[in-house]
């Protein structure tokens, strides 16, 4: 039995930790927080002094059991969680629940996992930082209450099922602002003039004129004015500039920069880094910090000697400029920079690239170039073009990296030709092309996280899961449009002719962008109306700074929460009493045929239209929106057009043949089946022969392909790609097949390995109880009795159980029978 117990967060952490830690040592995982507040109530003291109830859930106890019975053998148990706000509050529910001696208990923090970080940790040790802990307790109180006491309000007054969170409502806020702006910009045309020139040598260039004409008469004038103008250069200034490296990587910018340059979500990021981090190849990734220590800087300094010359190197350190930066961390870097790639995961060792040519640009020399600035007059007007230009006279350290940027406008400066002043210049061309104003930019995942970090709203382990948690809650969506197109003007003279033509771009993408539902629309105009406060982005970010005071030791958490839920639970139940329902209904105008107002509102089943009132004679007609329309931007017209819905076509077969919008889109309905309409395809637009093409495409997909032991085989693809369906079997196609052309020994050998696969899966099989159970994913077992399904967590070892083991397992999992359903009431003082 190892004399030291140390317990850490991850397996991952555990296994690369266990590699640098002698016999006298065993790693265990507590598998994340093995203590939290209750599923099934609020679990704080609101009446006293706001003391949450922490409870073992019960996918934790047989770790909890495990950890107990390891630490009572151990002479010293080490609590290596990570060094932040939340891997303290896991050290101190560890110490709690397992009852540890604090003689016997050391807690050890480091923020890379090498040997040397190791070593030094364990040489010294602390005790648990209780003010971190009182600031994770804090944020998870707060925002417990607020959620708790919000999504009742919201199942009343907008629709069941709903939540509300701190800071994921802000979030939304900002996202749903944004649209607005979108929606009431008045774009304005405008023609902006670029020209091309050759010089004495016949080598070209662009420039441009630095004003805009607002009409194409005045556009068209000046250009007119240059038919037989001559050029020259009026004035040539070159000046010498530096360009400075970024910052080695916070969280937030790490995220911004995977986003731009690898298409990563936030999410798969944070996913990445942490795989990275436990396999001991970067630095901690959860920091507000841009400090490398002392031994990074002599790493990196020696590194880019070794690989690009003393002349290279140039060794600084940054500010941080986030708001109230927490714990001194160090930034993200590489934990070795002599380790330039790994041969790993691909995205994994994509991002590691990237990490390491942030953190090694950071300490090189400034790039060093030439900028050039052209003006150019003309003979005819007094107008000049101008032309400016850039050359890099030492790369320094753009010779590994270049930040990117979210301006979608961004303009690369290039080289100018070798000119004099006073040289004569040839024009090639000039044109005039109508430009409309942009309305601003949807927020991506990126540009998100840097308005949030900017107002000082959130902290790197909450951006995250603050922006996949308002996706999953339907409240925000990434955009699917790949834009439209747009039609305009280009005058261009050229050789003393003046020509116009119209050509089209495509605008208004939001193609993996953010956009805000209608849900998540109006339950923000009802959260700002009624709770004004806690959507205000200053006190959101006050919040914040008040959590950063806790973990000083300058506030009294408890002290926070009493002055918080003075004013705000009396709020909740105001809200709660009088407050009138919001459904988002807007009035389109008046039904032609019965004369009845026709809306958009939010109904039971989703957004739809309304003709009448309840208050009329007549019960009001109702019609669903499609997937694709908004009740904040449906006109009239698409409104009426959708009481034509379900449209008959015909018949096909003796079957009627219809066309309607359902939940996951348009769709044919013919007898009892039912083809779902191509992307982009309306439901009004369709028509009998479209209909029966696509009946017929889709029958041609599900005829039988080949029988297999009497029973028929079919091909089609699906969201994961190619399969073949036998005996209720969906059975996936690999590249190692030719999917177009499968032959017969083909079909049989994946169903083969499939059945395999199946029987392989089942660990026990109790026929007369009804009772399996089968691997599943990530390493773990499932107990399968009827519907019934129950995860077992990886520590349990699914082939020692029994029959008796098994029973007891689901006995205690089953739901309990309640007589009565109630919605959790909001609690009055």
């Not at 994340?32 to 409870?55: C, Q, R, W």
């Not at 996280?449 to 382990?461: A, D, M, N, T, Y």
């Amino acid at each position: 039995m190892a004399k030291n117990l140390v317990i850490v967060e991850s397996p991952a952490k555990a296994k690369t930790i266990e590699k640098f830690l002698g016999k006298d040592f065993k790693v265990e995982s507590s598998f994340g927080h093995i203590a939290d507040l209750p599923s099934s109530e609020l679990g704080v003291d609101v009446d006293g002094d706001f003391k949450p109830k922490y409870e073992v859930s019960k996918d934790k106890k047989a770790v909890v059991k495990k950890l107990k019975d390891l630490a009572k053998n151990a002479d010293m148990v080490w609590l290596a969680s990570d060094e932040d706000r939340e891997g303290e509050a896991i050290a101190w529910h560890l110490a709690e629940t397992l009852k540890l001696d604090k003689e016997k208990t050391k807690r050890i923090v480091f923020h890379e996992i090498t040997k040397s970080a190791i070593q030094k940790a364990i040489e010294n040790p602390r005790g648990i930082d209780y003010d971190l802990v009182d600031a994770q307790q804090a944020r998870r109180v707060l925002d417990r209450i607020v959620g708790y006491e919000l999504s009742p309000v919201l199942w009343r007054k907008v629709k069941g099922g709903l939540s509300a969170g701190r800071v994921q409502s802000v979030s939304v806020r900002l996202i749903v602002e944004r649209e607005r702006e979108i929606q009431e910009f008045k774009q304005e045309a405008s023609y902006r003039i670029d020209a091309e020139f050759s010089n004495e040598e016949g080598k070209t260039f662009k420039a441009k004129l630095p004003k805009t004409f607002e009409t194409k008469e005045e556009a068209h004038k000046f250009l007119e004015s240059n038919t037989s103008a001559s050029f020259k250069v009026a004035e040539l200034e070159k000046k010498p500039a530096k360009k400075s490296p970024a910052a080695p990587f916070t969280t937030s910018t790490l995220q911004q920069e995977a986003s731009r340059k690898l298409y990563f979500s936030v999410s798969k990021t944070m996913t990445m880094a942490q795989r990275l981090y436990e396999a001991g190849l970067i630095t901690y990734m959860r920091t507000d910090s841009v400090n490398l220590s002392d031994e990074a800087r002599n790493g990196a300094k020696a590194e880019i000697e070794s690989a690009y010359g003393s002349k290279f190197s140039k060794p600084r350190n940054y500010t941080g400029k986030s708001k109230g930066a927490q714990e001194a961390h160090e930034a993200i870097r590489p934990t070795d920079f002599a380790t330039h790639s790994v041969d790993i995961d691909r995205d994994q060792a994509r991002l590691y690239d990237l990490i390491w040519k942030r953190a090694i640009a950071s300490q090189m020399s400034e790039a060093e170039m030439e900028r050039t600035n052209v003006k150019i007059s003309a003979s005819t007007h007094k107008e000049t073009f101008t032309a400016n230009g850039e050359v890099i006279t030492f790369e320094g350290f753009l010779k590994v990296y270049l930040e990117g940027t979210d301006d979608e406008d961004t303009e690369q400066e290039g080289m100018l030709p070798a000119m004099k002043t006073g040289e004569v210049l040839i024009n090639n061309y000039i044109t005039a092309t109508e430009r409309y104003s942009r309305p601003p930019y949807r927020y991506t995942e990126a540009s998100l996280v840097k308005q949030l970090e900017e107002l000082g709203i959130g902290r790197p382990s909450t951006y995250a899961p603050t922006i996949s948690t308002i996706q999953n809650r339907n409240y925000v969506e990434k955009g699917s449009v790949e834009g439209v197109e747009r039609h305009y003007v280009q005058l261009t003279l050229k050789n003393g002719h003046l020509k116009e033509k119209e050509l089209s771009e495509k605008v208004g993408s939001d193609k993996g962008k953010l956009v805000p539902t209608d849900i998540g629309m109006i339950v923000t105009d009802f959260l700002v109306n009624h709770f004004e406060n806690i959507l205000d982005y200053n006190f959101t970010a006050k919040v914040e700074e008040d959590f950063d005071d806790i973990a000083e030791g300058k506030v009294d958490w408890s002290k926070m929460m009493k002055d918080f839920y003075k004013d705000f639970h009396p709020q909740v139940e105001n809200v709660q009493e009088n407050a009138e329902r919001e459904s988002g209904e807007r009035i389109l105008g008046t039904d032609p045929k019965s004369g009845k107002q026709v809306s958009v509102r939010l109904g039971k089943f989703g957004p739809m239209v309304q003709i009448g009132t309840p208050d009329d004679e007549d019960k009001p007609q109702f019609a669903s929106l499609s997937p694709d329309q908004q009740l904040n931007t449906i006109s009239y017209d698409d409104a009426m057009a959708l009481f034509e819905l379900p449209k008959k076509l015909g018949v096909y077969k003796g079957e009627e043949v219809e066309v309607n919008n359902g939940r996951f889109g348009p769709y044919v309905k013919f007898g009892d089946k039912f083809v779902s309409l191509p992307a982009g395809v309306e439901a009004l637009s369709i028509e009998l022969d479209d209909a029966l093409a696509l009946i017929k495409e889709k029958q041609e997909a599900d005829a039988p392909i080949y029988t297999y032991k009497n029973l028929p085989v079919q091909k089609g693809k699906g969201r994961f790609g190619p399969f073949i369906k036998w005996n209720n079997m969906f059975i996936n196609v690999n590249k190692k097949y030719n999917w177009d052309d499968l032959s017969d020994s083909d079909i049989e050998e994946l169903i083969e390995d499939k059945i395999q696969k199946e029987k392989d899966k089942v660990v026990h099989n109790w026929k007369e109880e009804g009772i399996q159970v089968e691997k599943a994913r990530w390493g773990r077992h499932t107990i399968i009795k009827g519907k019934t399904k129950i995860e077992l967590p990886k520590t349990v070892d699914a082939v020692k159980l029994t029959l008796e083991e098994v029973k007891g397992i689901i006995e205690k999992n089953a739901p309990k029978k309640k007589a009565t359903s109630k919605k959790v009431p909001v609690k009055k003082k």
